[in-house]
């Protein structure tokens, strides 16, 4: 009867371990499907990481030669405000040397010793389209 018992519990054994068995079939072929499906994933993620360099490539290329341009630019403003603060500061002394010769040539105005200074047609508030028609007559005749 002892063997008979023992008998009995070794099938109850490999009965347990037969299921045990089958589950574990089904669990590798579920991860099996699942590599596959990683797999598709991983060569998706390769896809995108690739796109993406290439991106940050043609990024990196159009912000170095916008760059670049930008400096150029800002390097042919800066010569360009040289040129013309230089012409405004040229500009500004004809300016003062029209309105001293119209203030001298003037008649009336002419200086003896001990005479006033004839006022400065822009800065004795006679305004500024008076000067500049002034100075306007005075370069026509000039020509």
């Known amino acids: 009867m002892l063997a008979l018992a023992v008998d009995g519990l070794i099938v109850l054994l490999l009965l347990l371990v037969l299921g045990r068995g089958f589950q574990l079939q089904r669990q590798f072929t579920e991860l ?3 590599d596959g499906e ?34 150029a630019q800002l390097t042919s403003a800066q010569r360009l405000i040289d040129d013309l603060q ?36 822009v800065r004795a508030g006679d305004g500024p ?11 026509r005749t000039l020509r």
């Open 32 to 34: 099996r499907q699942q």
């Open 38 to 71: 990683l797999d598709r994933l991983i060569a998706a993620l390769d896809c995108a990481s690739g796109r993406a360099e290439a991106a940050l490539g043609g990024l990196r290329q159009t912000a170095e030669t916008t760059g670049e341009r930008v400096t």
């Open 86 to 121: 230089f012409l405004i500061s040229r500009g500004e002394q004809a300016a003062d040397r029209l309105v001293e010769q119209i203030s001298r040539d003037r008649p009336g105005n002419q200086r003896g010793p001990g005479a006033a200074a004839a006022p400065d047609p």
């Open 129 to 139: 389209q008076r000067a500049g028609a002034e100075l306007e007559r005075t370069l």
